[in-house]
């Protein structure tokens, strides 16, 4: 029997002889993951159970990173829900604000995470982690509750999309850019219930960081998970961490419910303008879109070559008077290395903000919310009504480069106008 | 279990943040969160809702994020059940595991905004009592509908666990 990688994973997890897609499994998780918002409703769940002890204290990771550092009372009581958990059950990998990060760039970096494991998280994008060969999928709080009894989760194998990318990407064009044109050719529905398998030339020339961009953001097209074949670079990048990587690959006749393939030679950066990530346009055909504010970082684009890309166009410019900057690096890590480079300088001297790791701009939790009538382009992964702040308020999403030019010009601008 | 309620009709791609918006997570309340139901989209939609409501939407309900405080906003504004043509997967499986009746229905178009509509979960028939017309949907898989039955998936697994 011919199988996917996403197939093969879950097969290993399941341990059962042969599945096929649409099949209701029980599968075994490598990692459970869950943050400040949604690991209060787990541990409530868990608790509620009657049962005392999770199944494995080394398989659970709480992050909070969505309210964190804690905006108000509310938010404070709950990561405290996290730091006491954490604390009464032994677990280790729970990371407080000065080690923490944003979870989908922290686990990788921490090598928590590994190619071939099942993970679970509290969290829809979860899915960052299939650029490394993983099977990653987001789920509820209570799922988490349950894999806090007993390790397992129940899902229903989806049937893969296979997607392959030729051609040579231009200067400025990355995975955030492929991830985008991908959504807009199929809608925010297009991958519903499946499996999304990037491959193709291109994809093998991607570093890890644009990788992890783009499977972060499958959930976008409706996905239960966005995978990438490793290969010498999966293997450099988790060479040296303590756990042990477990590499699968497609069977050359494995089965494909659709294949797209494109030539994406000549692709220009995308923007993804209101209200939903399928908007997407090419980066030059949006003409005086005026901004108030750019917000560089996010799971999806928050790592240490993201910023070096909008730190190079910065570099000795000013923002645009009335522009709000925000960057916000992904992890202390990158947070450090971002400092050492010099980048944070950059960004403080163009008139920027350069903020310590958070979810929150994006989600319009807090670090810069959107009045009525403002507009921002991002580097996030939703654009939807009021997702940054104000129902009245506008997002455009793009990759770092477009979103660091649009901040000097206070409109929306291709990189190679600066 | 046979539920019925006036219809409130919602568009496609409902997603997470129309439901319940982002500012209102820090609590895990669904009365609480019930409140603020849809707020961004209808403003004065959990006021409008009565006890047994049904919501009857388009393709992808749900879209988003894995927020489970989405399907118990619902329940907590007082809907009883969620019709739409296609479901986003995370939301699902919440409304799944936290015991949200929903149905997938591709004749949702055929439903008015106000209608009374009667469904029985057990057959996946639809019937719309305004209009004096039936509909019928496919039924949920078995493994899913032991959880539905068991109340959850806690409490699923809690009987699992006692076999």
Redesign the interface.
Known sequence: MAYTIAEKILLKHSGQKSIKPGE?IEAKVDVALAND??A??AI??FK???FRKVFNKNKIVLVPD??APAK?L??AN?CKILADFAREQGIKNYFEIGCMGIEHALLPEKGIVMPGDLIV????H?CTYGALGAYAT??????L??AY??GKC?LKVPASIKFVYKGKLNKWVGGKDLILYTIGQIG??GA??KVMEFCGPVIRKLGMDDRFSMCNMA?EA?A?AGLIEPDEKTKQYVAGFKRKPKFYYSDADAHYEKTYEWDVTNLEPQVACPH?PSNVKPASSLKDIKIDQSVIGSCTNGRISDLRIAAALLKGKKVARGVKLIVFPATQKIYLQAVKEGLAEVFVRAGGVFSTPTCGPC???HMGILADGEVAIATTN?N????MGS?KSFVYLSNPAVAAASAITGKITHPARI | MVLKGKVHKFSDDINTDDIIAAKYLVSTDAQELGKHCMETIKPDFSQAVSPGDIIVAGNNFGCGSSREHAPLAIKGCGVSAVIAKSFAAIFFRNAINIGLPFLESEDVDKINNGDIIEIDLATGVINNITQNKQFKTQAFPEFLQQIVECGGLINYIKRQSAK
């Open positions: 209701f918002i949604t209060p409703l409530s769940e509620k159970s009657g969505h309210f108000d509310k938010s709950q998280g509290a969290d829809s979860t987001g789920m509820g709080s209570t799922d509750a349950r009894i007993d129940w925010v529905d519903l219930y959930i409706g239960r939903l989600l319009g939790g939703r939807f009504l009021g997702r129902p």
